[in-house]
């Protein structure tokens, strides 16, 4: 008998296949193939002048702006979503409601290596990476206009990536999406009532079942979430209660980057690098620090299709339990960056 | 400057681009290919035994059940994402909740014609499959384990279909989704302010202005919705409020078949067969007469990706204008089965 689940922060149902759940070798696989050709690639050194002119760099000492010699580059989506110009201009037409679509959309490239994925990068490297989203975040924060920054990464084409070199992106948002509303919301109310945060509640439960552990270092634990919407779905949270990424001590990044690193690694040996999409759930803006919502990342791989009945229903149909995923990637054989670490 | 527009019923905002909106040509487009081989097709007649024994059959008047001779015919899923038998039995798992996975899950084979589909058929065949729809409703509803029943379509592998022949399915729920219990409580907030419906307000409005308009004939109307999360998102409504698509009069199912054939022709022809799903909204059961919520066919062709953006914010990104993607559904060359039934 399936079994239906509930996600106790979005209120969400998912259908979980019990029985017996898909295994990583039912799925049809689809490697996501090393980069071919560094040529043509907008984010490859000596192409800076491919991309719109760069907004952060790490790493070049000498020579100008655009130039080679960086290890990180944040540079404006060539094609944005958002506009970054203007006023919102909000205005109604008749029964419906529009504004002017201003907002930020920013790539960042995570290295100059064309081949290297975030999984494959040195931890130091990986850690870049992190303090370029921090630094990004606390600069957006400054503009009024916005209210939500979401980070977010496409890994693959089935995931959505058009651009094969390894980058993350960045979307300023002149209002909190729905979603997180509700996330951050219903946060609150299981604070108000039990005046401790869900999160973590969730995350000392864990721990002590241990079935859906992942792995852990001293700051951060990976988890495959009770209701997980697609198989193999994995969250990555920070062990003691923080409600938002970029105000994390800075000693945190390095150990967070182990860990992501680890994580991902793990993905890849278990499911042959596949495609997924990871996104960063943080407090919305003017409400960083509190006491109810809890940061974390949320790694999806892509290998299922939502069909109509997701679209129709906002439930999921998971055909593998998270006890499963979990027991595969922590039995994962990897040569983790943790274990590095704690020597 | 891109827009950002809210649709009035879920409060979901999207991104559209209204620069130079994407046309059906930009899209990487795949057409859905005729099923190369019947000999070994569940769905078709002579293959009975491969699935299930049937729920409902029409148009068999010799020979037992689960033989030959049908036009349409509804069996199990034979891989149903739900258990039909057993209790609900509710249970806490520490913070989390659960119940056992039961439901029905079944399957609308549309047509034995292994290379038909529900826009090639004829009307007279597409009636039968909503009255098929219809039926298999109104039985459901007589189980006092469920609360809600999707019928949806997947149409092509990129839609999330894994038969080829044409059919639809059926999800019996013993839950409301979260989903259709926020649109129809967000249609009752307004009908309780207003005393009307909002889709009739929506139809209304649209009707003035005609630049959201795809199609109508004398009970249907079918729209490009105002915020859609899709390219060539199309919504199919009946212009007279009805709250339930069941209880429609019977008179209606005609006319239904007629222009969802002339939406899915249009859709076809507009952008080359493509793979796309439908998923019906409907009352829940219980509340099936009411003023506030208005039955619909959703519909939504497969053309773009979800991403990392998607996921972490519930916001989607359109790069087609409805204006646009409306003014290509309605000038389509197609052979109209509306034009006919004018005569």
Not at 68 to 75: F, K, L, Q, S
Not at 313 to 329: K, M
Request: glycine share 6%; with cysteine; net charge negative.
């Amino acid at each position: 008998m399936p079994e239906l689940r509930k996600d106790p922060i979005t209120g969400r149902w998912v259908i979980i296949s019990t029985e017996r759940g898909k295994r990583p070798n039912d799925f049809l696989r689809e490697t996501v193939p090393s980069p071919p050709n560094a040529k043509n690639c907008p984010f490859c050194p000596g192409n800076e002048a491919k991309t719109p002119p760069e907004i952060l760099v790490y790493g070049r000492s000498n020579g100008g702006a655009n130039t080679p010699g960086w290890t990180v580059r944040v540079v404006p989506n060539k094609f944005p979503a958002l506009g970054i110009e203007g006023d919102l201009d909000r205005e109604g037409e008749g029964l419906f409601d529009k504004m002017n679509g201003v907002g930020a959309h920013e790539v960042i490239v995570e290295t100059p290596d064309h081949v290297a994925t975030l999984a494959s990068l040195p931890e130091r490297a990986v850690e870049d990476v992190l303090w370029a989203y921090r630094d990004r975040m606390l600069d957006l924060k400054n503009d009024k206009r916005f209210r939500y920054v979401l980070i977010f990464k496409n890994h693959g084409e089935a995931a959505g990536a058009s651009v094969d070199h390894t980058h993350s992106q960045l979307i300023a948002l002149p209002i909190v999406p729905r979603r997180v509303r509700e996330e951050v919301d219903s946060c609150w109310h299981y604070y108000d009532e039990k005046e401790r945060c869900i999160f973590c509640d969730i995350i000392r439960q864990e721990r002590d079942t241990g079935e859906r552990v992942i792995g852990e270092n001293d700051h951060f634990i990976t988890l495959a979430p009770y209701a997980p919407r697609f198989p193999f779905e994995m969250w990555l949270l920070p062990k003691v209660h923080g409600s938002s990424y970029e105000n994390n001590q800075s000693t945190m990044y390095a150990s967070l980057a182990r860990m992501l690193k680890d994580t991902l690694m793990r993905l890849d040996a278990v499911l042959d690098r596949p495609a997924y999409n990871f996104m960063i759930h943080t407090s919305p803006i003017g409400e960083e620090i509190n006491d109810h919502y809890h940061w974390h990342i949320e790694i999806i791989p892509k290998l299922t299709k939502v069909a109509g009945f997701e679209w129709g229903t906002g439930f999921y149909i998971n055909p593998t339990p998270p006890e499963e995923s979990a027991r595969f990637l922590r039995e994962a054989k990897i040569a983790s960056p943790l274990a590095t670490a704690k020597k």
